[in-house]
C-alpha cells in the first residue's frame, strides 16, 4: 500500500514562497528510488493540471507556467519530495496534490492519469 501525505499549504501574497512536501509511504520491500513522484494542482471549476515531477533518477520537469520559480526535490532517505514556490502569481491558487507511479514510462510523466497513488491535497492561496 502506498500513502502520500502533503503539508505546508497555506495562504500567502503575490510575491511570496511556500514549501510543499508530500512524504509518501511506499510498499514493503520498495524505497522511494522506484518511484516517480509529481505535483499536479486544481483550482475551481478547472481540469487537474501538471505542475512538476521528478524521476527515479532525479530528472526535474515542470510545467512552462512554473518554470524558473518552482524547484522540485527528492530526499529518498527521508521519502519525501519537495516543492519548492517562489514568486507566487494570483493564478497559482488551488488545491496541490503529489502523486506517484512505480510504472510510468517518461511520455506519460505530465498526465495525472499515469499516477497510480494521490495525497489528499494541500490548498495554497494567493491573496493580496
Known amino acids: 500500500q502506498v500513502q502520500l501525505v502533503e503539508s505546508g499549504g497555506g495562504t500567502v501574497q503575490p510575491g511570496g514562497s511556500l514549501r510543499l512536501s508530500c512524504i509518501v509511504s511506499?510498499?514493503?520491500?520498495?524505497?522511494?528510488?522506484?518511484?516517480?513522484v509529481g505535483w499536479f494542482r486544481q483550482a475551481p471549476g478547472k481540469e487537474r493540471e501538471f505542475v512538476s515531477t521528478?524521476?527515479?533518477?532525479?530528472?526535474?520537469y515542470y510545467a512552462d507556467a512554473v518554470k524558473g520559480r518552482f524547484t522540485i526535490t527528492r530526499d529518498n532517505a527521508k521519502n519525501t519530495v519537495t516543492l519548492q514556490m517562489t514568486s507566487l502569481r494570483l493564478e497559482d491558487t488551488a488545491v496541490y496534490y503529489c502523486a506517484a507511479s512505480s510504472t510510468i514510462i517518461t511520455s506519460q510523466l505530465r498526465n495525472h492519469q499515469a499516477y497510480a497513488y494521490w495525497g489528499q491535497g494541500a490548498q495554497v492561496t494567493v491573496s493580496s
Open positions: 511506499v510498499d514493503s520491500g520498495r524505497t522511494l528510488r522506484n518511484y516517480v
Open positions: 521528478i524521476s527515479r533518477s532525479n530528472y526535474e
